[in-house]
């Protein structure tokens, strides 16, 4: 590529190809499961060196791959471009507007710490060192995704590098096809440099586990199953199964134990819901609830945040049956290589439609299933990735049918994206990519293909 001497000169930024010192260590995405070797890693600081990224990739005919967290690696982009867009990581809170600008390369403990002095929260997930960007474009389940929908719902605006090279601004009155294609549709469509994001107003929570000896995972289960039922929006919550490690960072009540765990936050003060399900399940191993700002719950998740391997697979549910729950007890009991399982609880606000049109799909979803492992290697994860999907083609009773783009696993197929969205959705995402991404160049991701 006789323009990458082309591209090194002009940038303020630096690119890195095979052979240069810090190569090896910037293609290595968060997971590490996604071995890569692109043929240039470029460090952008500016919009700019993202622009002459993708016009380099278009020139040469290459696939690029944007790199924030490295959360979001899915396929490796061997042979082509990876822009990490971790340095465009500025943050600037409007209270006023109750709006954040958020950099690319953003994560959300950034954002929820210049939103807290006021009194406003950014929807975020389990964990704070995700980045925002690529959270909010799979659709984002937050730890209050039932009091305030999907993240994506809230996003009002975006600066997108297309596949052209060009900047545009995508917003209610520019481009909205593209905003509502990003909303939901993921890195498809362009490379998003900042994101303009509602924020909302909560000054306390209620958050924290309930912890319970494993042997007692369907009884929780089927107890937890029940409450969910009838819990009001401000709740919401995920049941996990759970083999935690005994090493020292884990306290005593809970170290090297198989367990069943109910994880909880609530919009507000009111403890009573929580009371409730305690009482209904008695006197739990541990007990971590707690009123405190959503600050201090949203960094209270119990994430690997170390990179790692991964593997996972993952499905939608339209209920939790017995028989439902007794297929999940046996998939992830002690010893299994499934660890951990996660069940969270859909529905509320995000099971409606938003007042600005998202492509975020499979609303209708009562809970979504996660299974996770991190295996040692490659044998181990191919042996544990077919006792996930063995697992999943035992559950009839409640299967969905469809996913969420963000819990899709690496290495998701052509069919496996075209699940997590309803028909006219995919379609119309098709055609939003043939518009803003003809040849596409955006491919090393959960790929949606622009239509012929």
């Known amino acids: 590529m006789n323009d990458i001497q082309t591209l090194r000169s002009a940038l303020p930024g630096r690119a890195f190809s095979p052979g240069d010192d810090g190569y090896d260590t910037l293609r290595r995405p968060w997971n590490l499961s996604v071995d890569q070797y692109p043929a240039l890693v470029v460090m952008a600081e500016s919009v700019d060196d993202v622009r002459a990224a993708v016009q380099l990739a278009r020139r040469q005919g290459l696939g690029l791959a944007v790199q924030s967290s490295g959360h979001g690696a899915v396929h490796p982009c061997d042979g082509g471009i990876v822009v990490n867009v971790s340095r465009l990581d500025g943050v600037r809170v409007d209270p006023d507007a109750g709006v954040a600008r958020v950099g690319a390369g953003a994560r959300w403990r950034a954002v929820l710490e210049a939103a807290d002095p006021h009194g406003l929260i950014g929807l975020s997930g389990t964990a704070t060192n995700v980045g925002v960007a690529g959270y909010t474009l799979g659709g ?32 209610g009155a520019n481009h909205p096809d593209l905003l509502w294609a990003l909303k939901g549709g993921s890195g498809n469509f362009g490379v998003v440099t900042s994101l303009d994001v509602r924020l909302h107003p909560v000054r306390k929570v209620v ?8 042997e007692r995972a369907a009884e929780v289960l089927s107890s937890w199953a029940e409450w969910t039922r009838q819990v009001p929006d401000d709740v919401t919550s995920a049941a996990m199964l759970v083999t935690v ?8 009540p809970i170290r090297g134990q198989h367990l069943v765990i109910v994880r909880s936050t609530v919009a507000g003060a009111d403890t009573t819901q929580v009371d409730q399900l305690r009482d209904k399940l008695g006197a739990p191993l541990m007990d971590t609830t707690t009123t405190s700002g959503y600050l201090q719950a949203a960094m209270s998740g119990m994430e690997p945040e170390d990179p790692s391997t991964a593997a996972g697979r993952s499905t939608l549910l339209t209920g939790l049956s017995a028989g439902t729950i007794a297929r999940i007890t046996e998939a992830a009991g002690p010893g299994s290589p499934i660890n951990p399982l996660e069940i969270r609880h859909l529905g509320g606000a995000a099971a409606h439609a938003p007042d600005q049109p998202s492509a975020v799909s499979h609303r209708d979803a009562a809970y979504v299933l996660a299974m996770h492992a991190a295996p040692a290697d490659a044998a181990e994860a191919d042996a544990t990735v077919r006792t996930m999907e063995g697992a999943l083609s035992s559950i009839t009773d409640d299967a969905h049918g469809g996913t969420f783009i963000n819990f899709l696993h690496h290495g998701s197929t052509a069919a496996e994206v075209r699940s997590a969205y309803d028909a006219a959705t995919y379609r119309r995402l098709t055609e939003v990519k043939r518009t803003y991404d003809p040849h596409n160049t955006f491919r090393f991701n959960h790929n949606i293909e622009p239509a012929e």
């Open 140 to 171: 984002g389940l937050g730890i209050l995704m039932r009091r305030f929908g999907f993240a994506a719902d809230s996003l009002i605006g975006a600066d997108v590098v297309t596949a052209d090279g060009e900047t545009l601004r995508a917003d």
């Open 207 to 214: 958050n924290g586990m309930l912890a319970y000896p494993g």
């Open 245 to 252: 490690p005994p090493v020292p960072a884990v306290p005593e």
